[in-house]
């Protein structure tokens, strides 16, 4: 199961598996409140297209077709797998800081990770 959070939510016990996907670290987190089980910073949009996108939701459409693509370099590929393996097993929870959580690339994310196909022997 896949599930997003924002980061400056408090942890649950529901979380499972909790995983940061944001380049930068959230400001007002501590490491300790976080209670990260990882950071992949690797699928996390690049700053140019973060920069670019700035949650405008007229952009949304043209930035889920670019974040897509940078999803595509094989380190992501490896990580996205990582994650839909973990999540047959039990809980994953995506954290990101926006506001905007429609709109979020953990939204997209959760998106690809749920339709993810991955071979169960890879």
């Given amino acids: 199961m896949i599930q997003m959070k924002r980061i400056y939510e408090s942890p649950a016990s529901d979380d499972g598996l909790r ?13 300790a409140e976080a209670r990260l089980d990882a950071w992949e910073r690797e699928i996390a949009p690049s700053t140019e297209l973060r920069r670019w996108y700035g949650h405008d939701p007229e952009k949304w459409d043209e930035f889920q077709a670019k974040y897509e693509r940078e999803l595509r370099a094989p380190e992501a590929q490896k990580i996205l797998d990582r994650l839909v393996r973990l999540a047959r097993e039990g809980a994953v929870t995506l954290l990101y800081s926006s506001r905007a959580s429609e709109i979020s690339n953990a939204a997209v ?10 071979p169960s022997d890879t």
Avoid: A, Q
Wanted: hydrophobic letters at 45%; glycine letters at 4%.
């Fill in 19 to 31: 995983v940061l996907v944001e380049r930068l670290w959230p400001r007002g987190v501590s490491k």
């Fill in 109 to 118: 994310l959760r998106r690809l990770l749920e339709n993810r196909e991955v």
